[in-house]
């Protein structure tokens, strides 16, 4: 008994030191529930902190917006992204940028609906961006080979962070406004008219199909030849590759592609509609199937179209379009 009532005090010592802690416990406060694609972003503001103030400056509250029902899908670009991003463009810092342009960029990353990265496929999807040269909601490059790439550039480094209100998938950098070239460029099905356009022998068509919207001779409407159509032109002329046409004849085939001053949507093209390209006229017609026909009689068909860049529209052909050949 004398050991028991020795024990006793150093027992409700001990036991008085737990139950101090366990109510010490209690009272802590609860940490916030990361339910929306904003709570996301705040939760994870050591490294995202440029992202929340883009958004948090960004025109109609767009992280007031991502707090909402949704469903959203976001690919988030971390601090070093966008220290890159305003390095790049000559900004000083967020505050910047000017508000419409920060919120039309920030909007190019935000897709509606919830996406996880297993619904995603190589092709074009549209985000929210609608700073295209008729309003229309710009298009997305998505490449899944070894990974997810956006417009050639972005690579998503952790994905499908999934929220009540959507799904998060973090890359590695900022995504700009798409041009002409950035698909050009992104696509691999264009390679071969990317390798034709940027010939030593030919004009600047990059620095040309670069331009911004608004600044003369941008917009620009690109009927863009796939490496099939280049395939079957090589075939059609006896050549063994693009070094087999002379530069002034390829000079004025590539013209023949490019519409300037017009955002020529699928929807505005009609029967023996006459389309004036850089080279010269061509023929549309939409009965039975969108085509359209050079001055050779040579039909292309448009296999794809509307893929809607800030500069202007790419529609898909696969027939290469030919000068005069006589």
């Known amino acids: ?47 995202y902190g440029l992202l929340l103030e883009a958004l948090t400056k960004a025109d109609g509250g767009l992280a007031t917006v991502l707090d909402g029902p949704g469903p959203f899908t976001v690919f988030a670009p971390n601090d070093a ?50 700073l295209s040269p008729g309003s229309g909601n710009l298009n997305m490059y998505v490449n899944t080979e070894g990974g997810v790439t956006l417009n050639g550039g972005a690579k998503v480094t952790a994905a499908d962070n999934v929220l009540e209100n959507g799904v998060v ?64 032109l090589l075939t059609e002329l006896n050549a063994d590759g693009l070094d087999d046409i002379d530069g002034q004849t390829l000079t004025a085939a590539l013209q023949h592609h490019v519409v300037a001053g017009a955002n020529v949507l699928s929807s505005a093209l009609t029967d023996n509609m006459t389309v004036s390209t850089l080279g010269g006229d061509i023929t549309a017609n939409v009965t039975g199937g969108a085509t359209l026909t050079d001055a050779n009689d040579r039909v292309s068909n448009i296999v794809a179209v509307d893929v809607q860049a800030a500069n202007g529209v790419i529609h898909v052909i696969d027939k290469v379009i030919l000068p005069p050949l006589n």
């Open 81 to 130: 992204a966008f220290t890159a991003f305003l390095s790049a463009n000559g900004f000083a810092n967020i505050d910047a940028v000017p508000t419409d342009v920060l919120s039309q960029i920030l909007l190019n990353h935000v897709v509606s609906g919830a996406v996880k990265s297993t619904g995603l496929s190589t092709g074009y999807i549209e985000t929210l961006s609608t």
């Open 1 to 47: 008994m004398k050991k028991l009532s020795k024990l006793l005090p150093a027992f409700l010592a001990l036991f008085l030191v737990f139950s101090f802690v366990s109510c010490d416990d209690d009272d802590d406060p609860k940490q916030p529930e990361i339910k929306t694609i904003t709570d996301f972003v705040q939760a994870n503001e050591a490294n």
């Open 169 to 232: 998938h973090l890359v590695d950098e900022v995504i700009g406004l798409p041009t002409i070239v950035t698909f050009a460029t992104a696509d691999a099905n264009f390679s071969t008219l990317v390798a034709a356009l940027t010939r030593a022998d030919q004009p600047d068509f990059v620095a040309t199909l670069s331009t911004a919207n608004g600044t003369d001779p941008a917009p620009f409407t690109v009927f863009a030849p796939t490496n099939d159509a280049f395939g079957s």
